[in-house]
Every structure is written in C-alpha cells, then in structure tokens.
C-alpha cells in the first residue's frame, strides 16, 4: 500500500508516540513490525525515524535534524519591490490611466522625474531606483490585486477578428505610404446615448498610423459642413502636413466638399469597403481607447454638451499624445493552430514623431517645449473634472427623453 508523503507523516507522528511511551523492548518491536508493514520503509530507517521524531537530533557533521513531521512554513526572503514601492507606483499607474505593466514600464524612466519636478510625488534614492529598473512582469504581479477590483465583469472570452488594411482608393497622387507620417484614418463617434432620435454630438477622430498621433474634435452634429470644418482644423494641429485621408463610407465623408478640397491640397483620399470596420483599425481602435474611455456611452446634446466636450478634447490630446504609449503590431505568424503576434515597444506618439525624418526639426523643437510645461497628475484632474460635467449633462439630458416619452 503506498501513501502520498502528508499521510506518511501523520502515520509517523501516530506510531511515534507510541513507540516511544512503550514500556518495554517487545512492545516497542511489535509497534515497528506494523509501522514497517504499513510503510514499507527498511527496519533500521524506521526505528531511528521513530526515535526521533520531535526530538532535536545532532549529528557527527554537527547539523541538527528536527525530526518533526508536522510541516513547517518555508522561510521567505525579504520581497525586494514591498509597500514602499509599490505605493508611489499604483499612484503613477493611476495618474498613468491604469496602463498594462509593459506600456507602464516604457513611460517610468520619463514620467518619474515630471512627477518629482511637479511635485506631485516625493521618492527615496533607494525606491527611485528600484522603480526605475522594476520588470514589466513585476509591475503586473504587484498591481493584481488592484486591478482585479476595478473589474466589473468578467472578461469575454471571445477573440477580436484579425486586423485588416485593404483600402479602395477614390482618387490618388501619391501611393498611400503608411512608414511616413501625414497619412490619417478618421471616423465619426456618436453621443446619442441609445436614443438616436433628436439633434446629439459626434466627435470626429483623427489617428496618423505612423505614430499614432490622435487628435478628437467634437461636432455638434454628423452634418457635412461641421464635419469638414473640424476635419479642417484638425489638420492644423498635427505637427506634420497631411498626405493622406483613409475614411469610412459615411456620407459624412463621401462627399463633394472634401473630395474637392483633397484634390485642391493634393491629399490621398480613401475609402474602406462597405461593411468592413477594421480596414481602418487605427482610428476604431482609438474610438473605444480615446473617445468611449473619456466620454462614455451617454447622450451629449446642445450647445454647453459640446462645450464641455471640446474643452475635454484639448486635454485629450496632451494627455493621450505626450503621455499614453502605445505598442504597433509589426508581424503575425499562423504556426498551426496558433498565431504569434510581434508589437515594437511601447512608445507614446510623441517620442515616435520626434523619430520622425520627415518632420522639421523647429516642430520637433516646439514639441519638446511643451512637453517640458506639461503635467500629466494636472491633466488626469482636469480629465476627471470635466466627466462629472458630461455626467450631469447626461443625466439632465436622459430626464428630459423621458419627460417626452
């Protein structure tokens, strides 16, 4: 009969104490007869092991053995990255908008010395330095259980489609060159709250794929004429001249006046085909990251609604631009049944445009003056400030719907 090594213990401790309480040679011999039987462990092991068990036993080499066969807690060394470093970094990671540990990692070394410039947290040498060479796996480890009770439902367990780029192009100048920058997929999100009916907001979103740059311009409705005026300012604030425009089939876009206005600036124009969103998954993505993250799901309508969102807008593009890094897919390999995806490191659309050739060195300059007066603790209150506003918005919005029936 064999026994797992728990049972052989408690085994071990039965008979040991009444091998050892025996009151005579026999006695302790019939009690080691049924211990070996039952064991199976050789006679001399069995009987030293009986001996000993809860005794201190030193041997020749001068080690003591305890022969205890309860089990003891295994001793644990001191966790290098404890309390004092993982407080300042769940506030980073707070002030960060809860990033993954790999995209968290890639911002500490630049965001630490802001933070402390700011004053917006205070750091010891020895934890400053361990938080500026903590792994990514680590910072995911200790932030678990912080990030487990943020969830408020479990995880779907279905997989996203495969990210396709296949454009139908509608009038072209140059090839649609995704390694420079200037070539932007836009899309329109809507702030109808479910309800559909009645004038809301959109936000236009437009997202360069070469370094992710993002900007969001909220309109006060899907009409034609809005929707090119923002579109027109958003080209004024990329730090870099367009040269191509990827779209959607939405009217919005599909439309004389800003076919017309390409053709005038000598802008690529594109559509994606009909019913295919992830051809133009760089924006999509964004939609959800940008826009829903910020703004949610709620009915925004009227002219303080749109105020607010522009004002948010604003803070949006420093905070998402100079502060949130992102990881580009750079090649998927099908192995059999498994598919092996390979991202570049995480970067934030800044550090990518400054890599940029093709932007001029006076934009780069410009850039790097205003990252060096931004504070991303200041931007991240302001953000949260102006969601209660578009709450409250909301709710008085919702009230009225249902006033009207």
């Known amino acids: 009969m064999e026994f797992d090594l728990m049972t052989r213990r408690k085994i071990t401790q039965k008979f040991a104490q009444s091998y050892q309480k025996a009151p005579s040679r026999k006695a302790k011999s019939l009690i080691l007869d049924e211990f070996t039987h039952l064991t199976g462990y050789n006679r001399s092991y069995a009987s030293w092991l009986l001996r000993n068990t809860g005794k201190r036993v030193r041997l020749s080499s001068g080690v003591i053995l305890v022969g205890d066969p309860k089990p003891r807690p295994r001793g644990h060394r001191r966790p290098t990255y404890g309390p004092q470093v993982l407080e300042p970094l769940k506030k980073i990671w707070a002030i960060m908008d809860f990033p993954c540990g790999r995209r968290l990692k890639a911002i500490l070394p630049q965001i630490i010395p802001k933070l402390e410039a700011f004053g917006e947290i205070e750091l010891e040498p020895e934890t400053r330095e361990l938080l500026m060479r903590i792994s990514a796996s680590t910072i995911d480890r200790g932030l678990a259980p912080e990030r487990q009770t943020m969830q408020l439902k479990p995880r779907s367990k279905t997989k996203p489609g495969t990210l396709l780029k296949r454009q139908i192009p509608i009038r072209t100048f140059s090839d649609w060159d995704e390694g420079k920058a200037g070539f932007i997929e836009i899309d329109l999100v809507s702030h109808d709250g479910g309800f559909s009916r009645g004038d809301f907001c959109y936000t236009l979103v437009l997202t360069d794929v070469k370094t992710q740059w993002t900007e969001v311009i909220p ?13 027109k300012e958003g080209e004024g604030r990329f730090p870099f001249p367009l040269r191509g425009i990827d779209s959607d089939n939405d009217s919005a876009f599909i439309n004389y006046h800003l076919l017309r206005w390409c053709e005038q600036n000598r802008i690529t124009f594109t559509r994606s085909r009909p019913y295919q969103k992830n051809d133009n998954c760089h924006v999509e993505q964004k939609n959800w990251s940008v826009v829903r993250r910020y703004a949610g799901y709620f009915r925004y309508e009227g002219e303080k609604a749109l105020g607010v969102l522009r004002e948010m807008g604003q803070v949006l593009r420093l ?3 100079y502060f949130q890094p992102s990881m580009k897919l750079l090649e998927k390999v ?4 498994k598919v092996k995806k390979r991202y570049d490191d995480p970067k934030t659309p800044y550090e990518r445009v400054l890599e940029c050739e093709g932007v001029s060195e006076k934009t780069k300059e410009k850039l790097r003056e205003e990252y060096e007066m931004l504070n991303p603790a200041a931007l991240r209150r302001k953000l949260l400030r102006l969601q209660d506003k578009l709450i409250e918005l909301a709710t008085s919005s919702r009230r009225k719907i249902y006033a009207l029936g």
Not at 334 to 337: A, F
């Open 219 to 231: 309109v006060r409705n899907r009409a034609q004429v809005w929707v090119f005026e923002a579109l």
């Open 319 to 321: 905070y998402v631009n």
């Open 334 to 337: 099908r192995q059999g049944s």
